[in-house]
C-alpha cells in the first residue's frame, strides 16, 4: 500500500508563498502520474497540477503563472510551489498517485492520496 505524506500548508496574507511537499512511501513515481488537488469546503475536489513521468505537465488555468510542480522520481517526492496566493485559494490540499502514465484531470481514477494540507490565505 502506497502511503502519500504531504507537507508545508499553513497560513499565510494574501500574495504570500507557500511550498507544498508529498512524499511517497515507495518507488511509486517513476512510471506513474502524480498530481496536485485541492478540496474548498462544499466544492469538489479540483485539479490543480498534474506531473506525469514522462515530462507532461499540466496547470489548471487558476494557477497558471502562480504556481509550479515539479516530480523528484528518484526521491519519490513531489512539490507545489505557490506563489501570489489568494484568499480563494484556501481550500485541503491533497497529492495523488494513479498507477498509470496518464494523467486525468478527474480525482476519481486517483489510487492513492495523502492525508492532505490545509492552506489558508488571508486577505
Known amino acids: 500500500q502506497v502511503q502519500l505524506t504531504e507537507s508545508g500548508g499553513g497560513s499565510v496574507q494574501s500574495g504570500g508563498s507557500l511550498r507544498l511537499s508529498c512524499v511517497a512511501s515507495?518507488?511509486?513515481?517513476?512510471?506513474?502520474?502524480m498530481a496536485w488537488f485541492r478540496q474548498i469546503p462544499g466544492k469538489e475536489r479540483e485539479a490543480v497540477a498534474r506531473?506525469?513521468?514522462?515530462?507532461?505537465?499540466h496547470i489548471s488555468s487558476f494557477a497558471t503563472g502562480r504556481f509550479n510542480a515539479s516530480r523528484d522520481n528518484l526521491k519519490n517526492t513531489a512539490f507545489l510551489q505557490m506563489n501570489s496566493l489568494k484568499p480563494e485559494d484556501s481550500a485541503v490540499y491533497y497529492c495523488?498517485?494513479?498507477?498509470?502514465?496518464?494523467?486525468?484531470?478527474?480525482?476519481?481514477?486517483?489510487?492513492?492520496w495523502g492525508q492532505g494540507t490545509q492552506v489558508t490565505v488571508s486577505a
Open positions: 495523488a498517485v494513479i498507477t498509470s502514465p496518464a494523467c486525468p484531470l478527474d480525482a476519481d481514477p486517483y489510487n492513492f
Open positions: 515507495e518507488n511509486t513515481f517513476r512510471s506513474n502520474c
Open positions: 506531473l506525469g513521468p514522462f515530462g507532461f505537465k
